[in-house]
């Protein structure tokens, strides 16, 4: 199977600094900069004839600083592979502490949980976005995926759904959508954060989708503070793959509660770490 992997560059300073392994993708116009590196994406399948037996991803500049994988590395995880998705998902720390890429970008930001519930009963009204469960076998944050015409297929025409909405403005839905929260040291409009989840949602939502992942545990956190929990993080996975696999009471119980013991022992940490820093 080929693959064709683009990164996005959106300045000269970020065209310069691009992975040469990785085609370039021009975004220097950026027209729409509120829809992040969604805009970019769209044109090109709006633009482009996605081809069968062939895989695509689109990553953004900040790639190598966010997995410390370059293109040859990526090439070389990829190597014969036929998966319909390969996942190269940082922060291994957000994915196994929380139940579902929702509720931890409600940690990040809260209200949107409710935003996106409103979303995805468009899209799935069969899904129930509370009891999803989600683990480091389909959990991709920052768009760091590969994946065939079928899946861009879908991802697109959900994703599209939540374009058409905002674009619209004529609902609350729609105003929501666009408000902007506070993110890495600036704003983004939190339809960027729901568009991000999409292809996490798919993965979670169709168990038919042949999926390949780079290991997580390998890759940077999200937050160092979690570095001192790597053994509890593993066992959370651990526990929500098992409860998809054989839906035991005793797995979600124990999940929760080793959840909350974590959670216990960071708050205690980062509060000695205040103490120490004063």
Not at 117 to 133: A, F, K, T
Request: charged letters at 25%.
């Amino acid at each position: 199977m080929k693959n064709i992997v683009y990164q996005i560059y959106y300045s000269e300073a970020t065209k310069a600094q691009n992975d040469p392994g990785f085609l370039p993708l021009d975004n220097l116009v950026n027209e729409r900069p509120d829809w992040r590196e969604y805009w970019p994406i769209r044109n090109y399948l709006l633009n482009n004839n996605l081809e069968e037996d062939t895989r695509y991803g689109f990553l953004s500049p900040k790639f190598e600083a966010k997995t410390t994988l370059n293109a040859i590395k990526v090439a070389e995880f990829i190597g014969n592979d036929d998966s319909d998705v390969i996942l190269f998902s940082p922060y291994f720390d957000q994915s196994a502490f929380n139940f579902n890429v929702f509720q931890q970008m409600e940690a990040a930001h809260s209200g949107s949980l409710l935003i996106a519930q409103e979303c995805l009963r468009i899209l799935r009204p069969d899904v129930n976005i509370y009891s999803l469960v989600m683990d480091s076998r389909n959990t991709v944050y920052c768009n760091y995926f590969i994946a065939n015409k079928n899946f861009w297929k879908i991802w697109f025409q959900y994703c599209e759904l939540i374009y058409n909405i905002s674009e619209s403005n004529t609902s609350e839905l729609a105003r929501r959508l666009n408000s902007d929260v506070v993110h890495d040291g600036g704003t983004a409009a939190m339809k960027v954060f729901i568009i991000e989840r999409i292809a996490s949602f798919i993965l979670a939502t169709n168990t038919d989708i042949k999926v390949k992942i780079y290991n997580p545990m390998e890759l940077p956190l999200g937050n160092q503070v979690w570095t001192n929990f790597k053994r509890e993080l593993c066992v959370l996975d651990s526990l929500k793959i098992s409860f998809q696999v054989n839906p035991l009471v005793q797995y979600a119980e124990e999940y929760k509660n080793i959840r909350l013991e974590v959670d216990a022992k960071l708050m205690s940490e980062i509060k000695a770490n205040d103490k120490s820093s004063t």
